[in-house]
C-alpha cells in the first residue's frame, strides 16, 4: 500500500528558511504529480506546489520562495521555503495524485512567529 509521510516542520522566526520532506513508500508512477498543500486553521487547504514531469507550479504567494523538487529514484519530494512570513504558518500536506489514487500524509506543522 501506498504511503506518505512528511517531516521537517517546527517553529521559525520571519525570515527564516525551513525545508519539508515527504517520503513515499509502495509502488508509484514517475509520470505522476506531485505536490504539497497546506492548510491553516479556519482555512481551506490550499496548494502550495506541484510537479508533473519538469514542470513546476506554484501558488502566488510563495512564488520566488519556495521551491519543490522529486526524486523519482529515491520516492521523494521536498519542498525548500525560505523568507518565511507569519502568514506561512499551517500544516503542510504531501500529495501523490495517480491516474487511479490520490494519496495524502498525514502532515507536518509550520509555524512561523517572532
Known amino acids: 500500500q501506498v504511503q506518505l509521510v512528511e517531516s521537517g516542520g517546527g517553529l521559525v522566526q520571519p525570515g527564516e528558511s525551513l525545508n519539508l520532506s515527504c517520503v513515499v513508500s509502495?509502488?508509484?508512477?514517475?509520470?505522476?504529480?506531485m505536490g504539497w498543500y497546506r492548510q491553516a486553521p479556519g482555512k481551506e487547504r490550499e496548494l502550495v506546489a506541484t510537479a508533473l514531469g519538469s514542470v513546476r507550479n506554484y501558488a502566488e504567494s510563495v512564488k520566488g520562495r519556495f521551491t519543490i523538487s522529486r526524486d523519482d529514484a529515491k520516492n521523494t519530494v521536498s519542498l525548500q521555503m525560505s523568507s518565511l512570513k507569519p502568514e506561512d504558518t499551517a500544516v503542510y500536506y504531501c500529495?501523490?495524485?495517480?491516474?487511479?489514487?490520490?494519496?495524502w500524509g498525514q502532515g507536518t506543522q509550520v509555524t512561523v512567529s517572532s
Open positions: 500529495n501523490l495524485h495517480t491516474t487511479l489514487h490520490e494519496y
Open positions: 509502495g509502488s508509484t508512477s514517475t509520470m505522476a504529480a
